[in-house]
């Protein structure tokens, strides 16, 4: 009995040496944001079946991962609404700043990247079995009189500023 768990368990690692990489893609990422700069974030992806089964067995935290990663890139405290292996919401106060003139209010946004995430994914000890793609296929920041800005395929993503009038 004891054989049979053995050859079990050497089928399986040989199984996921041989199995082709398995991906992290980022689907879409949609900012929204509120009068006072608030954001609130949609991050659509899928997860590997690796990735899946690391997050269910605990080895991996995504809301965690996701927070960390927001608030070093972005230098601001982010509180994670949900998160699972499909999706997370995230809130981001002050997430761009207003300044005012003539009139005028303006709404701008930091610019931000997913390198150093993408990067940091690669440190995981099943990172070898898994092909990663931070960049959203489709971006919106959404501000809010409506207008949009989109970004396709796109890793790093410059300042944004736009003109609300007041």
């Not at 089928?11 to 006072?36: E, G, R």
């Amino acid at each position: 009995m004891k054989g049979t768990y053995l050859l079990i368990g050497c089928i399986c690692i040989l199984a996921l040496a041989v199995m082709p990489a398995q991906a992290l893609t980022a689907k879409a990422l949609t900012i929204n944001l509120d009068q006072s700069g608030n954001a609130q974030v949609d991050f659509q992806y899928d997860l590997s079946f690796t990735e899946q089964i690391a997050v269910f067995a605990n080895v991996a935290n995504p809301s965690a991962e996701l927070k960390t990663a927001l608030e070093n890139n972005l230098n601001r405290q982010v509180t994670v609404v949900k998160a699972d292996s499909s999706s997370a919401d995230v809130i981001i106060p002050s997430f761009a700043t207003i300044s005012q003139s003539n009139g005028t209010e303006t709404m701008t946004t930091p610019g931000f990247s997913f390198v150093n995430a993408q990067n940091a994914i690669k440190q995981y000890w099943w990172s070898s079995l898994v092909s990663v793609d931070l960049s959203p296929e489709v971006t919106t920041i959404t501000f809010p009189d409506g207008y949009q800005v989109m970004y396709n395929n796109q890793i790093s993503f410059p300042s944004v500023s736009h003109q609300i009038a007041a």
